[in-house]
């Protein structure tokens, strides 16, 4: 008997919805930590105290009185003045505050003390990373943060097949809690930064394991709409995250109200079952048959009289025995035409990567309040992925990727034209290329899935994921060419990638209402016949 038949019989109930909202919970989690330090390591506004001018009482100063003209030299791209600099003071005028009193054509650095827009403490403040020259060391932690989960993803995968899925879960989630609170209590940036890659490979598998948990609760026919809404719980993590950071504003206390829940996770051992494919594999039938009364106890189903000794037949969504790596690898470089879709795909991956991470990282450097761009930003991945399901339907996989690119990048670059007095335009054009490229997120994962043959295909759609980290990695320091280049270089590079991206999109083979190639033959003819022989979905 199939696992799925049994589902059949014991329906779709209170099980499933305690599922949901379980699972949902440990999602919504999953995002702490791949979005906390861009809070925590946050660029802050700031310039340097004017000796004469500011008030000796740091409560009354401000980050932008009348004065500010003739003492602090302005930058040109952003209109905001100079974090470190500060127009030398005429040594015969004393402590005077005047326009004659300071000469524009002299400056001199300012080391000591500063004047913030808001009081709040990131490690940028209280580890001395000040000034332009330093803010490298601050988009450092957000590549570290992703180069930990391009190490953690397949590690999680390896402790999922051998320990099981939910011991997986829970033992990430918990872990990387508890090493995040002790984060919070670093005494110095590298510690803070070590303590910041290891949370991130920690928690980086949380989500995938989470999904292969919440997929196996609920029949075929169901599973993207259980999908949908699982999806929207993940973007309400960086919204609270957000929310909690405007509220504390301090680094300290973010990482431990962030974190201090996830340890509650832990009640997951009970809570939640282990993976019933898991299990059979492992030779593991009375658990499975376990698992599946107590769905049915719990929905008030009846369930079919089930031997232990019986095994029960299951969905083998694994490669086969045979499918190894040092195998795939050899198939794949002795197929051009895989291999060439492969570093195309991989492309397309980094391109997605980079432009969604940082337009994610870009929101809080909006003109406006930070904390509520982060959240409006994050906020539109909820009906990206409503959206989604309706693009794919209607369009096909190639044309709805490539749109959500050429949207994406086309609002990007508009992004600059617009001036910074139109804030709200501004606004809009951000959060509508924030949605594009997360409808394109969901595209390309259905798109790769559906191009390679069945033996290598979970292989090679976690080598394009994994590849595609290295745009996250990025990121971090596509933000920082601002510094260096002008405010409106970081929002042009993620709009030509975007419109790059979208013409190597393509060039890859449309996949919508066909089979799924199982064999490499059938694979290579994607493209090239319109629909392969007995190909043809029936819906």
């Not at 500063?114 to 990131?122: G, L, S």
Request: hydrophobic residues 45%; aromatic residues 12%; glycine residues 6%.
């Amino acid at each position: 008997m199939n696992i799925d038949s049994v589902l059949v019989t014991v329906g779709m109930g209170r099980y499933q919805f305690a599922g949901c909202v379980l699972f949902g919970l440990m999602i919504m989690y999953s995002n702490v930590s791949p979005v906390t330090y861009v809070f925590t390591a946050g660029d802050l506004k700031y310039r340097c105290m004017v000796p004469g001018c500011d008030s000796p009482d740091p409560a009354e100063r401000t980050y932008d009185p009348e004065w500010l003209r003739f003492t602090t030299p302005f930058r040109e791209d952003t209109g905001l003045p100079r974090k470190c600099q500060r127009y030398s003071r005429n040594p015969t005028n004393g402590t005077r505050c005047a326009p004659g009193d300071f000469d524009s054509n002299a400056s001199e650095l300012c080391h000591d003390e500063w004047v913030f827009e808001d009081i709040e403490n990131t490690i940028g403040t209280e580890f001395g990373l000040m000034c332009e020259e330093q803010k490298w060391k601050l988009s450092m932690v957000g590549t570290v943060n992703n180069f930990g989960q391009f190490i953690g993803i397949p590690v999680t995968g390896i402790i999922a097949d051998k320990f099981g899925r939910k011991f997986a879960m829970v033992f990430c989630a918990v872990t990387s809690a508890i090493i995040s609170i002790i984060q919070s209590f670093s005494v110095n940036y590298q510690m803070f930064l070590v303590l910041e890659l290891l949370t991130s490979i920690v928690s980086s598998g949380v989500y995938t394991v989470t999904f292969v948990l919440a997929m196996e609760l609920v029949l075929p026919n169901h599973r993207v709409l259980y999908y949908s809404i699982l999806e929207c719980f993940y973007p309400i993590g960086a919204i609270l995250v957000a929310f909690i950071a405007s509220i504390v504003k301090d680094w300290r206390l973010l990482l431990q109200i962030s974190n201090i829940p996830g340890l509650l996770f832990l009640s997951y051992f009970w809570l939640t079952e282990e993976s019933m494919r898991w299990l059979e594999m492992q030779g593991k039938h009375d658990r499975v048959i376990d698992v599946l009364k107590r769905i049915a106890g719990i929905n008030r189903k009846s369930l079919p009289v089930l031997s232990p000794n019986a095994q029960i037949e299951t969905t083998n969504y694994d490669d086969d025995n045979d499918a190894k790596y040092v195998n795939i690898l050899k198939d794949v470089i002795g197929s051009p035409t895989i291999l060439f879709r492969l570093i195309r795909c991989s492309l397309v991956w980094i391109a997605i990567t980079l432009v969604y991470y940082g337009l994610t990282i870009s929101a809080a450097d909006i003109a406006g309040d930070k904390y509520l761009n982060f959240s409006l930003a994050s906020f539109v991945e909820i009906p990206a992925c409503l959206l989604n399901w309706l693009i794919m339907e209607g369009f096909s996989r190639k044309m709805s990727l490539s749109c959500m690119f050429i949207l994406s990048g086309f609002t990007s670059v508009l992004y600059n034209l617009v001036p910074d007095s139109f804030l709200l335009i501004k606004l809009s054009i951000f959060l509508i290329s924030k949605l594009a490229i997360s409808v394109a997120f969901c595209v390309i994962y259905m798109l790769t899935v559906e191009i390679f043959p069945t033996r290598m295909r979970a292989t090679l759609l976690s080598v394009c994921s994994m590849i595609g980290r290295v745009g996250s990695m990025l990121a971090p320091q596509a933000t920082l060419l601002a510094e260096y280049f002008g405010s409106y270089v970081t929002m042009l590079v993620f709009g030509v990638t975007a419109l790059v991206a979208a013409g190597i999109t393509m060039t890859l083979p449309e996949s919508k209402n066909i089979k799924l190639p199982d064999t490499i033959v059938e694979a290579e003819r994607i493209g090239i016949d319109r629909l392969l022989p007995e190909n043809i979905e029936n819906s």
